[in-house]
């Protein structure tokens, strides 16, 4: 009687299943805890809070109404129009790469309508989010 044909070894870890190879322990997510810390969650709106209140202090500074720079695409019509663009550039601003160059020389344009150098408004541009 002839023996069993014996795999190569590559061909048998083939056929075993992924979750055997694997050096990872497997974790049943639908009977862990939810949830996780809250806290990024509301640094994340602290920060959102932050930019609403200097939009806000920034618009009515320049004549226009506060409560235009909660509104998404309407804050930035408000924007060209405090700077003195014309509104086709709202459109740029929607076009990736193109976005990063508008959004400097807005920037550049604010600091200028508030008497500000174009070093400050570079600042504006490139260190606004800290």
């Not at 405090?82 to 929607?94: C, D, E, K």
């Not at 990063?100 to 260190?127: E, V």
């Amino acid at each position: 009687m002839k023996s069993p044909v014996k795999l190569p070894l590559i061909a048998f870890c083939l056929l075993l299943p992924g979750q055997f190879l694997l050096a990872q322990e497997t974790t049943d997510y639908a009977t862990s805890a939810a949830g996780g810390s809250p806290v990024p969650g509301i640094i994340g709106l602290l920060i959102g809070l932050l930019i609403i209140v200097a939009m806000w202090k920034v618009f009515t500074k320049a004549g226009q109404p506060g409560w235009a720079s909660i509104i998404p695409i309407y804050n930035l019509y408000i924007w060209c129009k405090i700077v003195g663009r014309p509104w086709w550039w709202i459109l740029l601003m929607l076009i990736p790469v193109v976005n990063f160059i508008i959004l400097i020389i807005l920037c550049i344009d604010t600091a200028k309508s508030f008497g500000k150098g174009a070093g400050f408004g570079i600042g504006l541009a490139l260190l606004g989010v800290i």
